[in-house]
């Protein structure tokens, strides 16, 4: 689909953009089918899209893989959708709002048998909440999104960069990120004021921590992160206070082989899982 086929079937439909629903559709063909092409999406992948639009994303996704679930918030698009999927037998266009979905129930109802991905140019105004479900549904194989560069840059980023912080670390606990290319404003309908870019998750087979480790791996994190401007030392304290005191936490960060003044932005994950668990200890033992 082009922006002028796009514009005729929104104008026929009476459709208004909503700006609270972070709704920009895109209009430039060759972009649906290079996502579609990196992503490797085939006939044995069970494709879950979210905010498909006016379905350019979705008609390419049809013509690869086995089964597209696509979930739609705005009910003003169902019947848009509809008319411009007519005829692909593999597509299903669910409305609802994806934050409150059972979302790994959802995908093996839906496509059953298959092997399961996400695909999707998320709405701005949901895509940190959304990629965190997508993750935690613990079904995917890979997530292929669309999201602003800068939020791209966040997942992707390394140890002691600007971008680095929580998420980045959450993201990347749990999946392989690679930033596959960017996507100028003027791919879009209504143009967006920022660039955006299409990031591949891919979902680590092996855990880095047991499971019952992890909680306390992520309190870890969100401590090294909750003030980026203090030592290690300091944000550690801030949080496990009560359970340790400021010379035992400074033991452990140096027995971790850190220096205690160093910030909590410089740690990769196996860093930050040597001194969760060291904590974890440390607080045992306390």
Known sequence: MDAQNIKTLLSQHG????????QNFLVDKNIPEKIVRLSGIGSSDGVLEVGPGAGALTMELSRSAGK??????DKRLIPILQANLEG?????????????????ATVQEKMPGLR????????????????????????FETIT?????EVAERICADPGTRQYGAFSVY???????????????????????VTSSVVTLRTRQERILPPEDEPQFFRVVRAAFGQRRKTLVNALYTVFGNELGKDE??????QCGFNPQIRGETLGIEEFAKLS????SATRLG
Do not use: W
Request: hydrophobic share 45%; proline share 6%.
């Open 15 to 22: 459709f208004k953009f909503s700006k609270s629903m972070g």
């Open 68 to 73: 597209v679930t696509a979930v739609e918030l």
């Open 88 to 104: 692909r037998e593999n597509v299903e266009i669910v409305e609802g709002d994806i934050l409150k979905l059972d979302i790994a």
């Open 116 to 139: 399961h991905r996400v695909c999707a140019n998320l709405p701005y105004n949901i895509t940190t909440p959304a990629l965190s479900a997508f993750i935690d549904a613990g079904v």
């Open 145 to 149: 999104v669309m999201v602003q560069k």
């Open 171 to 193: 993201a990347n606990y749990h999946t392989e990120a690679e930033l596959l290319f960017d996507v100028p404003p003027e791919c879009f309908m209504p143009r967006p004021n």
């Open 249 to 254: 936490i400074t033991d452990v960060v140096t």
């Open 277 to 280: 668990t060291a904590l974890a």
